[in-house]
């Protein structure tokens, strides 16, 4: 499952971020027996999902309210989790006021589409009323959940979650794991996670594409002409969707689509495609509209239209460098800074430091096919620092395309192709 890799990836850079007094990590050191905690918790059901992971924990709230970790609060809807104690002072009270600029900027949304979890990875020392004072101080927000649990079973929740480190001795420090977001939905069974102290433009836009499945709504669709068939074979139900990736082998298409009126909520449906149809029809990141119908079978697509902009080429550069742009923020704003300055949240704990993509002078004399491999091998494939990682087991070719056509486009001096 790639994005646990992501996940534990970014964990494990979050942790180089962090300087800690080396004598205070080894006192920390808790020995625990995750089976052993687990076994004590009623055992859940699977349901093949991400979350079959999370324990069932029982937590209380600042105001004293007791939740089950996954049947109250996983289950009813999206949320954004982290791990804080009210007496870290090295990283949680900038997370924490960069979460309340997150949650100003999900505005009403809180509490209603979307709900903060902010747990303590140190429930023996603070108090309900302490983090009642915590909530308080940074701002008193809805929707926000300042919650305790038990210290073992807490321990089982974050390691769940992806928010851990390898090593037992960093892992053991509990101010290394303040400093990751981890966001998801149950129901659609996507979760991600981003450094907390990510551009709040960063946070905002992922957890929309993530949890809350608001991609679609989020994204200016182009018009489109849909071509009316013949009625005959029943109702048709009519929608659109975007193409999120194209199986070439099994002849399958990935649609994330918008509800189709009278049949379903908007999700993401994988489509067979006949023998005669051209695949290569159907790119990735375009809209399509299509009409289905409802055979006792299954779903029959009846028709699918692109919805174009551009017939001549297959993917439009626009199109290449807007793609780019939300992968980039995605994926490597961290490092190397929205703007592709250097100058990410981690940048500071990096050396060599990440480079800086606008400068033109540096980049322009770079080859594209260079810039395909770095990113797609990683920095060690060509003698540079092994902190810049290999996506390509993470992205599609397609995706690093983009990433190097966005990374273009901020070159200053601009980058001109050589005729
Ligand atoms: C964990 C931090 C980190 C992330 C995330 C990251 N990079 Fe890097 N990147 C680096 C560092 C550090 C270097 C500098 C390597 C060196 O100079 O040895 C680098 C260098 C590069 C280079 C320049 C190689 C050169 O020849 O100078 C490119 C291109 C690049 N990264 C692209 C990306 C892209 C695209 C992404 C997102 C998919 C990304 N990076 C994500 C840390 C990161």
């Avoid at 960093?170 to 990510?198: C, E, I, M, Y």
């Avoid at 091998?377 to 395309?401: F, H, I, N, R």
């Amino acid at each position: 499952m790639w994005l646990w890799a992501v996940i534990v990836f970014i964990a494990v850079i979050a942790i180089a971020g962090c300087s800690v007094v080396e004598e205070d990590r080894a006192e920390s050191i808790r020995p625990i027996d995750y089976a052993a905690i687990k076994a004590r918790l009623p055992p859940r059901e699977s349901r093949g999902k991400v979350s079959d992971a999370f324990p069932n924990v029982s937590l209380t709230d600042q105001y004293g309210r007791t939740y089950r970790f996954f049947d109250d609060l996983v289950k009813e809807g999206p949320i954004v989790v982290n791990f804080m104690f009210t007496e870290c002072a090295l990283v949680c009270p900038g997370t924490t006021s960069n979460l309340a600029r997150l949650h100003a900027a999900f505005g009403d949304a809180v509490g209603k589409d979307i709900t903060f979890l902010s747990i303590s990875l140190d429930p023996e020392n603070d108090s309900q009323e302490d983090l009642h004072s915590y909530w308080k101080a940074f701002g008193s927000h809805e929707g926000w959940l300042y919650l305790r649990g038990d210290f073992e079973e807490t321990e089982l929740l974050r390691r769940s979650m992806g928010v851990y480190d390898l090593d037992p001795v960093v892992d053991a420090d509990k101010t290394q794991h303040a400093g990751l977001l981890t966001f998801g939905n149950d129901a659609t069974d996507r979760w991600a996670a981003l450094p907390a102290l990510s551009s709040i433009h960063d946070l905002k836009a992922t957890i929309i594409r993530f949890a809350l499945a608001g991609r679609l709504a989020s994204r200016r669709r182009p018009d489109s002409t849909l071509v009316e068939i013949d009625d005959t074979q029943g109702k048709i139900y009519r929608s659109s969707g975007l193409i999120q990736s194209v199986d070439e082998k099994r002849r399958e298409i990935i649609l994330e689509h918008e509800a189709v009126p009278g049949l379903m909520p908007s999700m993401t449906m994988t489509f067979a495609v006949a023998q005669e149809i051209a695949l290569d029809r159907f790119p990735v990141d375009r809209w399509v509209d299509f009409g289905l119908v409802n055979e006792a079978t299954g779903f029959r697509v009846v028709e699918m239209v692109l919805q174009v902009e551009d017939t001549n080429s297959r993917i439009p550069p626009s199109a290449l460098v807007a793609a780019g742009q939300s992968d980039y923020a995605l994926y490597c704003a961290s490092c190397h800074g929205p703007g592709g300055d250097g100058d990410g949240p981690m940048a500071g704990s990096l050396k060599p430091k990440p480079a800086k993509h606008s400068n033109g002078e540096y980049m322009n004399p770079l080859t594209d096919e260079y810039l395909f491999q770095v990113v797609h091998e990683g920095g060690a494939s060509v003698g540079k620092s092994p902190m810049m990682a290999g996506w390509g087991g993470t992205l599609s070719d397609e995706q690093v395309l983009g990433l190097v056509a966005f990374m273009r486009s901020l070159a200053e001096p601009p980058y001109a192709v050589s005729p």
